[in-house]
């Protein structure tokens, strides 16, 4: 028999999922086209930085070639920080999108200044 934290955790995250997955179709359709060969993925806490709320791992489009050949891009969602900085579920989905936008910012080959500068730092 499962504790009954863990199927608490369980749901918790199953429902944050639904609201990345919905986020990501709400995307403008040129953005959604940005995110060929990227995986948009959930983890419970980063590693590093604390309180971190997502992170891009890859080649931004900028730098690539054609001649390169890389495994999927990464950009990750820490539902621990995003669910306790954001108890609300208007303000943790509007922060689940601006989290998807500054990440997707990355992909492109936006750096913090470009970012800040659009909105999205």
Do not use: C, W
């Given at each position: 028999?499962?504790s009954?934290?863990?199927?608490i955790?369980?749901?918790?995250r ?14 403008p359709p ?13 983890e419970?806490?980063p ?18 070639s ?7 891009d990464r ?12 108890p ?12 998807l ?18 909105g999205?730092?």
């Open positions: 028999m499962r009954p934290d863990l199927l955790l369980k749901a918790r199953k429902r944050f999922e639904g609201m990345v997955e919905q986020e990501v179709r709400g995307l040129a953005v959604q086209r940005a995110l060929q060969n990227v995986a948009i993925v959930v419970e806490e590693e590093s930085e604390p309180g971190l709320l997502g992170l891009y791992e890859g080649i931004p489009q900028v730098e690539r054609s001649a390169d050949i890389t495994i999927p950009i990750v969602l820490y539902r621990g920080p995003i669910e306790r900085s954001f609300d579920d208007a303000e943790r989905r509007e922060q689940i999108r601006i989290t936008l500054h990440e997707i910012g990355h992909h492109i080959g936006l750096d913090e200044d470009g970012l800040d500068r659009i999205l730092g």
